[in-house]
């Protein structure tokens, strides 16, 4: 069985272990490192499972350019992020790469592009990739070949997303997701979505239509609501399928690397990370 390529949405998992484990875990500095633990222990969980070739850590901008640029209200919503994760969050790629992962981030776009952008690579080499994230814009990705590890709430692992469960969940294809958030919305991102329609109008239009362009296209035979909304937004909900659409950034296939447990170790204990230091020298 092919070893696949675990990529994770680091800026996800930073703030879901912040937010997810009490303030009360705190390192060297009397700082809570809280964002640190959470991060690392979800990622070591899929590589004890999975056994993957290679970790990426991918990093990004909160919002990219040209989302922005495209829509200003785009994670507009968003708050600041707290200080003791921003401390945290400086510390995260000097700990990664102790641990064997390689560490990337991009300056315009976002870790969901660095992500598909992997898995895609991947995929073309053969070889199969992993995307843990909270995130799911991301089934868009999903294929044969790519399986989006989907953390959830109150679970210890994620769920494994593939094409059959996207269409479970959402009633469509992959590669229709772009144009479901468009219609749809997503209400994370800032994007409202096409006035009056909901999920279940969302997938039925796409079920019928295939894709947005020809949802917009034969407006007409829609009720007078659904018409409306495709014909008066047209352009708008071209601009959200555009926002929605993960952006491919030219990069080299990672190269096998294992999980350096010593190198961990030795650098949770410098942040004080005592428990999670013990796990690591026990698995080295």
């Not at 922005?68 to 921003?86: F, G, K, Q, T």
């Not at 981030?105 to 598909?116: F, K, P, R």
């Amino acid at each position: 069985m092919t070893a696949p390529l675990l990529l994770c949405d680091t800026p996800g998992l930073l703030y879901r272990g912040f937010f997810a484990l009490p303030d009360s875990i705190k390192g060297a500095d009397d700082r809570p490192v809280n964002a640190l633990v959470g991060s690392v222990n979800m990622t070591l969980w899929c590589i004890e499972k999975y056994q993957p070739r290679a970790v990426v850590m991918c990093f990004g901008q909160e919002s990219a350019d040209y989302r922005v640029e495209a829509y200003p209200d785009y994670h507009a919503a968003r708050p600041e992020m707290p200080d003791d994760l921003a401390w945290q969050w400086e510390r995260a790629p000097a700990l990664y790469e102790a641990l064997g992962w390689t560490v990337l981030g991009h300056e315009s776009l976002e870790a969901d592009d660095l992500m598909g952008s992997f898995a895609a690579l991947e995929a073309e080499a053969g070889g199969k990739a992993m995307i843990l994230t909270a995130d799911r814009d991301m089934f868009q990705c999903a294929s044969e070949s790519v399986t989006i590890l989907l953390q959830r709430a109150r679970q210890q692992g994620p769920d494994e997303v593939g094409p059959e469960q996207v269409k479970e969940i959402y009633g469509i294809d992959p590669s229709q997701v772009p144009d479901f958030i468009a219609l749809r919305g997503d209400p994370s991102d800032g994007l409202p979505g096409a006035k009056g329609i909901g999920a279940k109008t969302a997938a039925d239009i796409l079920q019928r239509k295939g894709d947005l362009e020809h949802a917009i296209l034969g407006a007409i035979r829609e009720k007078p609501s659904v018409r409306r909304a495709l014909v008066e937004q047209a352009a708008e909900l071209r601009m959200f399928r555009d926002i929605a659409t993960l952006r491919t950034v030219a990069l080299e296939r990672p190269e096998d690397r294992a999980t350096d447990w010593a190198g961990g170790s030795a650098a949770a204990e410098k942040l004080g990370m005592n428990r999670l230091a013990k796990r690591l020298a026990e698995a080295a």
